[in-house]
């Protein structure tokens, strides 16, 4: 029986990791709930899981029953029982609650991205002194561990991408793309924002980085391959030549279940399998890094270090949320990201302290630049 703390409890990842709780009622005791304003949601989660503490950024009136407390997530993260921290939030909130519970040796199965991209020097650093245990949840990370179990001769890695919902759109037609239609990703079905950075490619950029700190690999051993039909979730190669790929269908209960049991492989009937009595078509292709200007512009934010990880990810966060909103156009993430890490004179990121102030100064000139467009 682990005991769980789950950060982020009422997002896509969050409530995808309550079903498979709810699969396997003797293996999990649900210790921790945090959400953020989705209240109505969590108190039904409260009501179901019957957490010990509960966290949300609204009101808490009616959450706290049946003896629950209210606790930070940052407390949540270091609790002496906590077995295991799920972080599913978004954006920056996970960051100090992910560093908290990997000074404290914690096992943490990390789906919030953007920690890595912020701050993966100082989370890889805590996990090397401390002890903590990084089980990646992202599908292609998710992947990437599988393959490395039982090897260590790395070559490269390839990250499979989609290339998401408009990868044949003829590129004159991006810019008048509507939020409605870059929210359907053809493959996969996940929170907004991720949705969005699906389609400008800014995702595929972000995991090349998580991969970078998760697995302590180098930038050249990390590529990317557009693979359409996401049932190859990434692969490895290794010094002799050999390539091991993880598939299945895109689906991300198979992740976080692998992430939960881990090192144990459990049977569930609820997760989808691969289908072998129809016909089965896999292709892989270069990406087209024209049609992707916000991959490139990452990855250079990226390799320059410092606090520019964390401006390109605090711009990102309010472009892509202008978008959703109608105020800018798809193609103006890549303007409002690009102006603010161009305006943007880095510190060296050594201190947490540091990496959040350069994330708050991203968001403040990238909304004030973002206006100037809509
Ligand atoms: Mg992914």
Redesign the pocket.
């Known amino acids: 029986m682990k005991n769980l703390v789950l950060l982020g409890s009422t997002g896509s990842i969050g409530q995808q990791t309550l079903d498979i709780v709810r699969a396997f009622p003797a293996r999990f005791r649900v210790l921790c709930l945090a959400a953020g304003y989705n209240l109505d949601l969590l108190a039904q989660q409260v009501r179901e899981f019957k957490p010990q503490y509960v966290c949300c950024l609204g009101k808490m009136d009616g959450l706290l029953i049946n003896g629950t407390s209210y606790i930070q997530m940052e407390e949540m993260a270091c609790l002496a029982e906590a077995d295991l921290v799920m972080v599913a939030t978004t954006g920056n909130a996970g960051l100090l609650p992910t560093l908290k519970a990997m000074k404290q040796g914690k096992a943490v199965a990390l789906a919030n991205?953007e920690v890595m991209v912020m701050a993966g020097h100082l989370v890889r650093q805590a996990a090397n002194h401390h002890g903590g245990r990084l089980l990646p949840v992202?599908?292609?990370?998710n992947a990437i561990w599988q393959c490395l179990q039982g090897e260590k001769e790395v070559q490269r890695v390839i990250i499979t991408a989609s290339g998401g919902p408009f990868r044949k759109m003829p590129l004159e037609e991006l810019s008048r793309v509507t939020p409605q239609q870059a929210l359907k990703h053809p493959t996969?079905k996940?929170g907004k924002k991720?949705t969005i950075d699906?389609a400008t490619l800014m995702?595929?950029a972000f995991?090349v980085m998580e991969t970078r700190w998760l697995f302590d690999l180098s930038w050249e051993k990390i590529e990317v391959v557009v693979h359409p039909q996401s049932i190859v979730?990434s692969m490895v190669e290794f010094v002799d030549g050999s390539v091991k790929a993880q598939m299945a269908p895109p689906d991300m209960h198979l992740p976080i279940q692998y992430a939960l049991f881990y090192p144990e492989r459990v049977s569930n009937p609820n997760i989808p399998r691969l289908d072998t009595s129809v016909p089965l078509d896999m292709t892989f292709e270069p990406l087209d890094t024209a049609r992707y200007p916000c991959f490139s512009l990452a990855l250079e934010a990226a390799r320059k270090g410092g606090t520019y990880p964390a401006v390109l990810c605090g711009a990102d966060e309010v472009a892509v949320e202008s978008f959703i909103k109608g105020r800018i156009r798809l193609t103006d993430v890549y303007r409002v990201v690009h102006h603010t890490i161009e305006a943007h004179t880095s510190g060296r990121g050594e201190t947490v302290e540091e990496v959040v102030a350069a994330e708050r100064w991203a968001r403040q000139h990238a909304t004030e630049y973002a206006q100037t467009l809509s």
């Open positions: 991205k992202d599908s292609e990370h996969w996940m991720v699906s995702n595929k995991e979730h």
